[in-house]
């Protein structure tokens, strides 16, 4: 067996058969990169239906509509405190002061509390308008090529054709418009 017929036998055992033996072996130590992202794409695709059944969903009954009452109720009640505070600095300087010096006695721990609960709240409530907004989005998309139809539509009925008369400019009455008389007197 010359040269050729041990290069030829080596390579047909590493690539031979329709299998690649140095990539198979890779994937012992590394993960197949195109099957991960295969893998991680699936993943996403079915947790993304899964919310989207979940925010679509009909709220009919009247927890529901109580709740989502509920949760519409904090951002305006923390703005309008945080204004009512400012006035009552201005209208009861002493009554204000004794309340923050009550406030100060408040421990730390109690204030990172409440910074994290604030603070989830606010942010998952940004992510729920933001999947909103993008899904809204979406579907104003999807109309853009009816638009577009409709628009082409109207601009074919609006054309004038050749075989129509051009309107005489003189019929248009000035109702009392003195630069629109002026105009038709110049134009004869």
């Known amino acids: 067996m010359g040269m050729n017929g041990i290069v030829g036998s080596l390579l047909g055992l590493l690539f031979g058969s329709g299998r690649n033996v140095i990539a198979e072996t890779a994937e012992v130590f590394r993960e197949n990169a195109e099957a991960q992202a295969t893998r991680e794409a699936g993943m996403q695709t079915s947790a993304l239906q899964q919310f989207g059944t979940e925010f679509t969903s009909n709220r009919s009954s009247w927890f529901d509509r109580f709740i989502d009452g509920l949760n519409r109720i904090p951002r305006p009640a923390l703005a309008l405190g945080t204004l009512a505070l400012f006035v009552a600095a201005m209208v ?16 730390d721990p109690m204030w990172w509390l409440l910074t994290a609960i604030v603070g989830f709240y606010f942010g998952a409530r940004h992510q729920v308008k933001g999947h909103q907004f993008r899904r809204e989005i979406a579907a104003s998309m999807a109309e853009v090529p009816g638009v577009v139809q409709q628009i082409r539509d109207i601009d074919a009925v609006g054309t004038p ?7 005489d400019r003189r019929e248009v009455d000035a109702g009392g418009n003195p630069a629109l008389a002026a105009w038709q007197a110049r134009q004869g």
Request: no cysteine; aromatic share 8%.
């Open 161 to 167: 054709s050749a075989s129509l008369p051009a309107p």
């Open 92 to 107: 009861d300087p002493v009554w204000f002061a004794e309340r923050m010096a009550g406030i100060a006695l408040v421990p």
